[in-house]
């Protein structure tokens, strides 16, 4: 495996890291991209993220920083020359629009360039597009006021390439608006189209001219079309006059949003013309277009939010179409097979796209989901997060998954209520659904009531103008986090589509600081107030006053006082938070024994082993919510706070560091318990989330043994441990990866922590050779603290023996190894037995249940009878008769170097093997043949036999009869196990 090779000893918390905000210059209109502001593809450029206009793509001949001063003049210097240049223009203003059309558009967003391999070149996945109308809109819209997904019927349904053509009679089709929810693919549609016109796909139009309704809705003047022309697209200036005067052919205009424009088409408000060369407010501009005043030949498509269907009047709409999403299982499939481009010939990757493709069959939530175009995009960018991390794609974290999305189709957009400050839209979101999803997990519920909605939205206080702006945003975004669910006997509920998107808003929700107490909202009313006494005294004793019944309060005194208590209220609201993150990541009532990630691969993939009729990810009432304080971790590290501020949501640094140092004194408190595997594996994910190396380490610090026995170990898993427990270098007492499904790359991705430890437990692995491999390079190391190592029920077979023999023999920490039941075999002993033999620290080496027989266990003892450190060997549950254990505890009564243990019950310190006996012959009599089983019991049976008769100590005879009595015991227990 070539990836992760280069994962330093030290704690790094990333792969790679993320992009930072450095300006990009796309080829697209010369439009400047930022990771805060670079539109996804399909989504028009706005003015935010147009910088200078170019005209063809930058060299990357430029070698300096990447954001420096020196690189801005550079690329400034490169766009001048671009746009002067005479030989960059071709012959063909239409075809060099075409060029620049497809390189932006065809390019990828920083956020899709993070995972996958996808291109929109191999995307066959598009979303299905169907004839509707503006009374099927309404119907569409529930009594929750949330969009409700119907699958159209298959009459209805048009391709791409048929929709200004679907109509046979006259009069043609010019106008089209094409509406759905935030993630239904709008934006892939118009992508789509663009690309198919470029690559001469889409030969209906000669020239296609997309507009941004957000970029045009920022034009504070008055524009003519040619001019808005020729600033967008600069290679078309020789031929605008000719578009102006209908002489180019077919055009088509796309007005993408169309919601960010506050269109009136009332005569009076505004002006009639016809003349591309005068100036007009933009939306005057759109209208006149769409009314055929102006370019009467000229075809328009828009794309707008359902709320805004009406803002058009239905006589200058000839034709309505609704993007549907992924309508069918087929479809959503498709989408992830390209977009993870899962290769046939890696069959790991094969059966976990069929495990998929599985789940979306019969789980009804998760293919509900999945008809939102956006929610295959977040499946997909967790599926590789939890299975396809290399060291060619940055390894962020899941919270940053999720705030990247929320970025992705939200931006910088505000929410206008008019007489009230706009409100960012993230921040509402956060405000109205993150409170409705914290009640929800506050009440342990994840199915909601009209009432519930009401209460999340305050609909009781609002003003007229708010609650339509309310309705808007329930109708165009609350059916994109939640979804209505029918009920035969009752009114029908609400749930959130994806269930982790619930814990994600809650948790956004109280970190933004959204819940609040009436006294803490009047505190921080007045201290923002105070801070502005020097401008407008009348105006704080205003708000004062308002806000407080004992009015006879002298404005000094207030002063004095209200800091204090806000501070004090603050205070405590940050602690009350780092309790929130702890006691809901370590509550006792959890259902859930497997850890976080696990959970969340399962609600995505299903399970290998799954009942008849059992589905997976259909929560109930009583579910836990364990991701909610990872993800509230999650949102106080440095990157998702940045992503945050540039959504308008911030964080301040007082704030995380308040909350840093409750969580410390909370966490030190609870981890100094003894934690189980799975809560153990959530701690490590909390803290990588976290993404504080400080903070990581001083926990880390108190974690002195680290059980994960049973946790399924994945290359994220393991590149997750190792980031957090390398943020400290104290030594570690004992780790345990038994039952872990342990391979070569995650041994080796764990080897910095692995080689602190004293007491390594790697047993029940079914280690692989390039796991045995890495176990070698383990031991090899000069750095090996390891005294105890576990590699029990692992096959050693020759070609792991010449991997690990050299090793064994080279290392000098190692004092205790066990190697019970690998199956060595004789021939295996034989070759094991001189690396053991030339060692030089080992004390005690256990070679139980191995198949040895009477002649191989005699030729090892003489071989290491010698040995200069060697004082015990266990060869117990071998085929060795009685008389070859009556000889070899001769050797030991003769005083001859080694003690041999040839009886389970033998020796001082036998205890400490038995729990691992049992657990080996509960193993054997569940998962092998009967023939194998019945012959380990059998010799199990007869070790114990034998003890019995060798020994005449009461007391010894006593501990053999209660060895029986549970090895007994446990028989019965396998037996009614496999009926």
């Known amino acids: 495996m070539q990836h992760l090779q280069h994962l330093p000893t030290g704690a790094r918390w990333t792969l790679i890291k993320h992009c930072s905000a450095t300006s990009i210059m796309g080829p697209f209109t010369g439009a400047c991209r930022t990771s805060a502001g670079r539109c996804p593809p399909g989504r028009l450029p706005t003015l935010k993220q147009i910088g200078i206009t170019s005209v063809g793509p930058i060299s990357h001949s430029c070698s300096w920083r990447p954001g420096s001063l020196q690189h801005i003049r550079c690329w400034l210097h490169q766009c001048k020359a671009l746009s002067t240049s005479p030989g960059r223009v071709s ?7 075409r060029k620049r059309l497809k390189a932006w558009f065809g390019d990828m967003s920083i956020e899709e360039k993070q995972f996958g391999l996808f291109s929109v070149g191999n995307w066959h996945g598009e979303p299905v597009i169907a004839e ?41 089709v010019k106008n089209v608006v094409l509406f759905g929810i935030v993630g239904m693919g709008k934006d892939m549609v118009v992508q789509r189209l663009v ?115 009406d803002s058009i009047p239905a006589e200058y709409v000839d034709l309505y179409t609704r993007s549907c999403g992924f309508s069918d299982v087929e479809q959503q499939y498709l989408y992830f097979r390209n977009r993870l481009q899962v290769s046939e010939d890696n069959q790991t990757n094969e059966d976990l796209m069929k495990m998929l493709y599985k789940n979306l069959l019969r789980q009804k939530q998760l293919t509900a989901g999945c008809f939102l175009p956006s929610y295959c995009w977040l499946i997909c960018a967790t599926l590789h997060f939890l299975h396809f991390p290399t060291a060619n794609m940055p390894i962020q974290t899941l919270t940053g998954l999720y705030t990247n999305f929320l970025r992705l189709h939200f931006n910088a957009g505000y929410l206008d209520f008019g007489s009230q400050q706009n409100i960012s839209i993230v921040r509402y979101i956060a405000k109205t659904v993150g409170k409705l999803a914290y009640e929800g997990i506050e009440g342990k519920k994840v199915l909601f009531s009209e009432e519930d909605l009401e209460r999340s939205f305050g609909l009781d206080d609002m003003t007229e103008e708010e609650l339509n702006q309310v309705t808007d945003f329930q109708i165009d975004m609350l059916g994109f986090f939640m979804s209505p669910i029918a009920q035969q006997s009752s009114d029908p509920l609400l749930r959130f589509t994806i269930p982790a998107m619930q814990e994600y808003l809650a948790a956004l929700y109280i970190v933004l600081g959204e819940k609040k107490t009436i006294l803490e909202q009047v505190g921080s009313t007045i201290s923002d107030t105070i801070g502005k006494a020097s401008e407008d005294v009348t105006a704080v004793l205003s708000v004062v006053s308002k806000l407080l019944p004992f009015r006879i309060l002298a404005f000094v005194r207030l002063i004095n006082i209200f800091p204090r208590i806000f501070r004090k209220i603050s205070g405590k609201s940050k602690k009350a938070i780092a309790n929130t993150m702890v006691s809901e990541m370590f509550k006792e009532e959890d259902e859930f024994n497997k850890d976080v990630l696990e959970q969340i691969n399962a609600r995505i993939l299903g399970r290998e082993r799954e009942g008849v009729g059992e589905v997976i990810g259909e929560r109930l009432d009583t579910q836990s919510f364990e991701l909610f304080p990872t993800f509230m971790a999650g949102l106080l590290a440095p990157e998702n706070r940045s992503l945050l501020e540039q959504l308008d949501c911030t ?7 308040e909350i840093a140092n409750n969580l410390k004194m909370h966490l030190s408190n609870t981890v100094s318990r003894k934690l189980a595997p799975s809560e153990l594996m959530d701690l490590q994910l909390f803290l990588y989330e976290l993404q504080n190396d400080a903070f990581a380490g001083e926990i880390s610090r108190t974690l002195k043994s680290l059980n994960l026995s049973q946790v399924k170990m994945t290359l994220l898993k393991s590149f997750v441990i190792t980031s957090v427990m390398s943020t400290s270098n104290h030594p570690i007492e004992m780790m345990d990866f038994s039952l872990c499904n342990l391979t070569g790359d995650y041994i080796k991705i764990l080897q910095p922590i692995l080689l602190r430890c004293k007491d390594l437990n790697l047993q ?27 590699l029990c029920h692992n096959v050693l077979s020759e070609a792991a023996i010449s991997c690990i023999g050299p090793s064994i023999t080279q290392n000098r920490s190692i004092s205790h190894l066990s190697l019970l039941h690998t199956s060595l075999g004789d021939d295996g002993l034989g070759t094991l037995a001189p690396y053991i033999r030339d060692n030089t620290s080992l004390q005690e080496i256990n070679l139980a249940s191995n198949h040895i027989t009477d002649a191989a266990a005699t030729d090892l003892v003489e071989m290491v009878k010698e040995h200069p450190t060697l004082e015990k060997l266990h ?32 020796g001082s310190n036998d205890s400490m093997h038995w729990t691992l006996i049992l657990k080996n012959t509960a193993w054997h009599a569940v998962n092998q043949d009967k023939q194998s089983a019945a012959h380990y019991l059998k010799l199990l049976r007869n070790d114990l036999h034998y003890s019995w008769q060798q020994t005449a100590n009461p007391w010894k005879k006593l501990r053999i009869w209660q060895a029986q009595k549970q090895f007994e015991y446990l028989v019965k227990q396998v037996q009614q196990q496999k009926k």
């Open 91 to 97: 012959a063909d203003p239409i075809e060099e629009h």
């Open 132 to 172: 509707s109308s503006r009374e099927e809109n309404r119907d569409l819209t529930t009594k929750f006021g949330i969009y409700s997904h119907i699958d159209p019927e298959e009459s209805k349904i048009i391709q791409l390439d048929e929709v200004f053509t679907t109509r046979s009679v006259e009069p043609p």
């Open 195 to 309: 690309l198919d016109w470029c690559d001469g796909r889409f030969n209906q139009f000669d020239l296609i001219l997309p507009f941004s309704c957000e970029d045009l809705s920022s034009q504070s003047q008055s524009i003519s079309l040619n001019r808005l022309i020729c600033q967008k697209y600069t290679q078309l200036k020789t031929i605008v006059s000719q578009i102006g005067s209908g002489k180019v052919g077919n055009i088509l205009f796309i007005f993408n949003g169309l919601e960010q424009l506050k269109l009136d088409f009332r005569l009076l408000k505004n002006r009639l013309c016809n003349d591309p060369n005068e100036p007009l407010p933009p939306d005057n501009l759109v209208v006149n277009l769409i009314r055929k005043y102006m370019l009467p030949d000229a075809s328009i498509l828009v794309t707008m939010r359902p709320s805004a269907l």
């Open 651 to 657: 964080i301040k640094n007082v704030t995380v560091r």
């Open 875 to 906: 060869l117990y549950l071998n085929e060795i008769s009685d008389s070859g254990k009556q000889k070899l505890q001769g050797l030991k009564q003769a005083g001859e170097g080694v003690n041999v243990l040839v009886s389970i019950t033998e």
């Open 764 to 790: 029940f692995n079914n280690l692989g050779l390039n796991a045995w491999r890495e176990v070698g390079n383990l031991l090899l190391d000069p750095n090996c603290a390891i005294e105890k190592l576990w």
